[in-house]
């Protein structure tokens, strides 16, 4: 059973704005009309969406769950409007992590545009995964061990893992050795697979770190602040590999040292295989892949 249309557009406007008088003149209705097609969406669910007070007006418990849900699918249907007003009829909404996307996507998309001009490409990126039942996004490229079962799965590279420093952090320190580690700080990506416990095991007698100079939640910070030399990161060299092209950054030590993972995947449904949208990107990533792998185990 779906919900009347205007009531969950009010609903997420008054949501949004935080003010039944703003959604009302963002929708140029009354306030009155904008109150009446939210009564009638409580009605309609059996619940309370907003706590009214003299401070204004908040969501409720129920009403912030409720907006996770349909403020994405608003978005879908806007989405798929505007393209066919525009004419847009061959698109394609691709998610990424956002270091993924910042670092590795974007200096290559424009390649993808050039080999396939008829696509319109949008693309979106944070840390949280996309949920295909809002129909918002065709393709997700997401980070971490992969266990998202009745969606297909595909690793996209092997990426080596390695302390990754600025030369002249490097030459300042005198790095040469797993131990001359112990004297310089450490920045910390929290949400990489591999964390400096991992590596530091293989190469006793170094000691776990009990403390770290910086810390991160995002691997694009991480190697901006090993760039800006503020300490050595534990990273993807495939990540990476812009800032070691540039001479930004170099592997601290030699790459056999690396600890190699799968760490990015592609994943969709498998009804979104069959679209010629997906098909064309999946084939061309496949064709990025190696190149940037051959780079970085040169160095």
Do not use: C
Not at 17 to 38: D, G, M, W
Not at 197 to 223: E, S
Not at 263 to 291: C, I, K, M
């Amino acid at each position: 059973m779906l919900p009347p249309l205007p009531s969950l557009v009010a609903f997420e406007a008054i949501a949004r704005r935080r003010s039944f008088a703003l959604a009302a003149a963002e929708l140029h209705l009354s306030p009155s009309a904008v109150s009446h097609q939210v009564a009638r969406l409580e009605d309609f669910l059996g619940v309370k969406l907003f706590e009214r007070s003299s401070r204004g007006v908040k969501l409720s418990p129920a009403g912030e769950a409720y907006l996770q849900r349909v403020a994405g699918a608003l978005g879908a249907i806007g989405a798929a409007t505007d393209d066919v007003r525009q004419g847009v009829r061959n698109s394609l909404y691709v998610h990424a992590s956002p270091s993924f996307a910042s670092l590795w996507l974007m200096p290559r998309i424009g390649q993808f545009a050039k080999v396939h001009p008829g696509v319109s490409l949008f693309l979106s990126a944070s840390h949280l995964h996309s949920d295909f039942e809002l129909g918002q996004v065709d393709i997700d490229i997401r980070y971490g061990v992969p266990a998202w079962p009745q969606l297909v799965v595909k690793p996209i590279f092997r990426e080596p893992i390695l302390p990754l420093a600025s030369p002249a952090f490097i030459e300042r320190h005198q790095i040469r050795a797993p131990a001359d580690l112990l004297q310089v700080p450490l920045i910390q990506s929290t949400v990489g697979v591999v964390q400096w416990a991992d590596w530091v095991a293989l190469h006793p007698p170094l000691k776990r770190p009990d403390r770290f100079a910086l810390r991160f939640d995002r691997a694009l910070m991480a190697l901006d602040a090993a760039v800006q030399g503020l300490g050595v990161a534990l990273e993807s060299t495939v990540i990476g590999g812009g800032y070691i092209e540039a001479g930004k950054l170099q592997p601290v030590f030699d790459p056999a040292w690396a600890i190699p993972v799968q760490a990015h995947f592609v994943v969709y449904p498998e009804r979104h295989g069959f679209r010629s949208e997906v098909v064309q990107f999946l084939d061309w990533l496949g064709t990025q892949v190696d190149a940037p792998e051959r780079v970085n185990a040169s160095r």
